[in-house]
């Protein structure tokens, strides 16, 4: 019998807040994958095997990978929608839903403004106070050694995990050049960081690090990559890392020259480290370079082929990119400076490969599940809202899911309902190229396919679904603001400006710690004119980027 096993690669993108989204798509992918196990050998029921077998993500993406490792070898409960049930009631059964929508609260961005973290330690680390973040990792890496169970078989027997790092300190390394000075080497140094890990592994294997959350190998590393990928620059405080040497010294990815590094001396690898997605936030590439070695299938021409590619790299973007708006010539100073961070940025990004290749549409090794939802007022004429703009946690730089609880459990369901619509109808092979397939047509033999046929093209499902919808279906809860949307007061914003102004004063006072005179003034000005400034400006920005988003109920008609 041929080879009956199809290896997909996940790949999560950074998504600040909107992490939310990333954990409803894998709650349901999982849930997916989890009825089809149920159900295999039965009549009619596809019998090829799909197998996650690659993880990358970058900043809240390589969080919520990092958080599906820890789910793997435990019980799962999906959370579903359900209309009976108290909308805010919490799920802490669901390692997704808890670490990505409950939080600690409905409201975190009180949480985050608070002064705490900067008089505890008389310093300033970040603008904002991320120690929440500490509490939720340790809730969603705690290993339970009774309640670990084996390896579901849709999950590669050793799942190769991987989230993107911005190494403050970088890789060194010189190239050496002929010269007639002293110095012959050409320093230099890699920002670009990984931190790798092998589930259920028990040893290390070109430098990925062996992680098992039975007895709790590495989980304090898996842990800090998590924090550390998600640490978004200046915004949350930089982390720090440490790894065994082995992981550095022996991965290509990290020691491309197989040389010495600065720490050599020791047995373990410090790094500080910011926001992965600040230089590769999609790193898709390196997904595919994994899944290639896994399936043997090199050539780019067949693992593009919808008639035998053996694997695919599966996007989970909550901000997939859109065309940029026009570019407005302004040589002032602060627009210069926001235009080259902008560019540097984008630059880091980049892929190092051709882009007539990343730009092609047809191709069977990449898919993207993004965010789309009907768009509720013209819900009839099949209008729909797609991108950033179809999420809640989309405002303010991905931070306004922070604000409010209801915005991440609307991101959380479209999540799902995005997966389930892509899963039914467009992560499918066409037709045309079944009977040729290896790994499906054997899957496909002998059953009545009809029931796994896309409602899009002539295609059939990849990964099976076995329950059937209605016309119309949108499994959306209504929210307090009394649609399918959820939206809040404009006084709701109005209630974070003490505390802004707080954590402004407490920022320039330990920032800044001049003595004396200055001091003196310094603080009359920043208690009484600065801090309060800054506070209605950011109140000003933030409500305005929520009405932008349609998150702002508008206020009432006033009857004549």
């Not at 999560?12 to 295999?40: F, P, Q």
């Not at 020691?255 to 790094?271: A, I, W």
């Amino acid at each position: 019998m041929r080879e009956q096993s199809f290896h997909i690669g996940l790949c999560m993108a950074g998504a600040v807040s909107a992490g939310a989204y990333t954990a409803g798509v894998m709650d349901y992918l999982i849930e997916a994958l989890e009825e089809w196990e149920k159900r295999r050998g039965s009549k009619n029921t596809p019998s090829h095997k799909v197998l996650i077998s690659v993880i990358g993500g970058a900043s809240a993406g390589g969080m919520t990978g990092m958080v599906t490792a820890a789910s793997v070898n435990y019980p799962k409960k999906p959370v579903q929608f359900d209309a009976s049930k108290d909308l805010l009631q919490s799920h802490p059964e669901n390692k997704f839903y808890h670490s990505w929508v409950d939080l600690l609260g409905n409201d975190m961005f009180s949480k985050m403004l608070n002064q705490h973290d900067i008089e505890k330690h008389k310093r300033v680390d970040a603008l904002l106070n991320g120690s929440f973040i500490d509490q939720i990792a340790d809730r969603a890496f705690a290993n339970n050694e009774q309640e670990w169970l084996p390896t579901p078989a849709y999950f590669a027997a050793h799942l190769k995990l991987f989230t993107t790092l911005t190494n403050l300190e970088g890789l060194k390394y010189n190239i050496a050049f002929n010269s007639d000075i002293s110095k012959k080497n050409y320093n230099m140094a890699v920002h670009n960081d990984y931190a790798c890990f092998n589930l259920n592994a028990s040893d290390y294997q070109l430098g990925w690090i062996p992680l098992n959350f039975k007895d709790g190998l590495n989980c304090s590393i898996a842990k800090d990559a998590a924090m550390a990928t998600g640490a978004f620059p200046i915004g949350l405080k930089s982390r720090v890392l440490q790894r065994p040497l082995a992981s550095i010294l022996e991965n290509p990815w990290l020691n491309k020259t197989k040389s010495k590094t600065d720490q050599s001396s020791d047995e373990v690898y410090t790094t500080q480290n910011v926001d992965g997605g600040l230089i590769n936030n999609e790193p898709f590439e390196k997904v595919r370079e994994l899944l290639s070695t896994i399936t043997q299938q090199y050539d780019a021409t067949s693992q593009n082929a919808f008639d035998a590619f053996k694997s695919t790299v599966l996007m989970i973007d909550p901000f997939p990119s859109e065309l940029p708006s026009t570019f407005k010539i302004d040589q002032q100073l602060f627009s210069t400076i926001g235009y080259t961070l902008n560019a540097m940025t984008q630059q880091m990004r980049a892929k190092p490969v051709p882009l007539i290749e990343a730009m092609a549409s047809d191709k069977a090794g990449q898919f993207l599940i993004a965010p789309t939802r009907p768009h509720m007022v013209e819900l009839q004429k099949g209008k729909k809202v797609e991108g950033s703009s179809a999420i809640a946690c989309g405002a303010f730089d991905g931070f306004s899911g922070f604000m409010n609880k209801e915005f991440r459990i609307h991101d959380f369901y479209l999540g799902r309902y995005n997966c389930e619509m892509f899963l039914r109808n467009y992560f499918t092979i066409p037709a045309k190229d079944l009977a040729a397939h290896p790994i499906f047509s054997e899957g496909y033999k002998g059953i009545d396919k009809s029931a796994f046929k896309s409602f899009h093209d002539d295609a059939y499902q990849i990964i099976p679904i076995f329950s059937t919808i209605d016309k119309g279906y949108y499994p959306m809860p209504v929210f307090s603001s009394g649609d399918q949307w959820p939206s809040v007061n404009a006084n709701m914003v109005k209630q974070f400006e003490p505390a802004i102004k707080k954590r402004v004063e407490a920022i320039l006072l330990y920032a800044f710690p001049i003595a004396g005179f200055w001091g003196f003034i310094l603080r009359l000005a920043t208690k009484w004119l600065l801090s309060k400034k800054i506070g209605q400006k950011l109140v000003e920005l933030i409500t305005g980027s929520l009405e932008k988003h349609g998150l702002i109920k508008p206020p009432p008609q006033q009857s004549r």
